[in-house]
């Protein structure tokens, strides 16, 4: 099994994300010792972001890009192929704002490609990153989980499953920042989503 581990914070250290995905890989570990974890720390090795450099070098054919060009959609390419290799998908996200953190979205954003990762049928989109497991460690100062202000649940809903990724199952540490109490019951409750989601 391959596992490949996102962190999503803007922190390289200290993440109540990664603390939560690092408990969710820690898992999948003790149940399978074999495994191998790919992990992509976004915060020490950032997604180029998508400017009009970038859509140009990723819409121009491929003997007419300049070698500039053609590093910026191999950086994609190896994002991808990260993707393309994994069984399961681990990825730790912080709430910034009611939204997920830019480094997170371009991250998305270079692995979501025509015709690479999804592709556009008569009957509409197809994802083409099937067969794989995602799993999402979401950590929120506040409780947001089941109501409005939970941006993030349906928008990774909606974006992973555009590439395929429909076996989705989250995890949340809420309360965070509510006071040492509530932080305490919002990794019992991470612990406990980790027991219903991964048996």
């Known amino acids: 099994m391959n596992i490949l581990q996102i962190n999503g914070s803007a922190r390289s250290e200290g993440a109540n ?43 121009s054919p491929v003997e007419q890009r300049t070698p500039e060009q053609a590093a910026r959609v191999a950086a994609s390419d190896a994002l991808i192929a ?18 997920i953190p830019s480094q997170l979205k371009n991250w998305i954003d ?34 947001y989980r089941g109501t409005p202000a939970d941006t993030q649940t349906p928008y990774l809903q909606t974006v992973l499953g555009f590439v395929g990724l429909t076996d989705v199952r989250f995890v949340y540490a809420e309360g965070l920042n509510m006071g040492e109490e509530a932080a305490q019951q919002g990794f019992a409750q991470a612990e406990a989503d980790m027991d219903a989601v991964l048996g």
Do not use: C, H, W
Request: hydrophobic residues 50%.
């Open 17 to 59: 994300s990664t603390r939560v995905a690092n408990g969710i890989v820690a898992r999948l570990l003790a149940a399978g010792p074999q495994a191998r974890v790919v992990l992509r720390d976004l915060a020490r090795d950032p997604a180029p972001i998508i400017d009009e450099a970038a859509l140009g070098a990723l819409f």
């Open 82 to 99: 990260e993707v393309q290799a994994a069984d399961v998908i681990v990825l730790g996200v912080p709430m910034y704002n009611f939204g």
């Open 110 to 143: 270079a692995i979501a490609r025509a015709g690479v990762t999804f592709r556009y049928t008569e009957n509409g989109p197809e994802g083409l990153l099937k067969g794989k497991k995602v799993f999402v460690a979401f950590a929120r100062g506040g409780r």
